[in-house]
């Protein structure tokens, strides 16, 4: 299975942006799909993610701001991420995850999508 992160950009503090993660090689509906961030010089850390059969999970950080969702068509997972604030400034992975653990299951994580949220 491939995934690859999409969709980052500069935007203001409160403003919004939508990140996408398109799947090949396996059906999304078969898969936990976690989103992780890695701030400058932080560690990577998990956002958010979404269950095979759909149900969501948050980090405390972003619940009520972003929404994670997907496309079985497209075999996509997308992160809605609204009213953005300056510590949301990362580097945004997504990956394939065990659930309830939320433990990122391959090692190559790709080159991510950066986000910068400017104040």
């Known amino acids: 299975v491939q995934l690859q992160a999409s969709g980052g950009g500069l935007v203001q503090a409160g403003g919004s942006l939508r990140l996408s993660c398109a799947v090949s090689?396996?059906?999304?509906?078969?898969?936990?799909i976690g989103w992780f961030r890695r701030a400058p010089e932080g560690q990577r850390e998990w956002v958010a993610a979404i269950s095979r059969v759909a149900t969501t999970d948050y980090a405390e950080s972003v619940k009520g701001r972003f929404t994670i969702s997907r496309a079985s068509a497209e075999n996509t997972v997308y992160l809605q991420m609204n009213s953005l604030k300056p510590e949301d400034t990362a580097v945004y992975y997504c990956?394939?995850?065990?659930?309830?653990?939320?433990?990122?299951?391959?090692?190559?994580w790709g080159q991510g999508t950066q986000v910068t949220v400017s104040s």
């Open positions: 090689g396996r059906s999304i509906s078969t898969c936990h």
């Open positions: 990956n394939t995850v065990t659930l309830p653990s939320r433990v990122p299951t391959r090692r190559y």
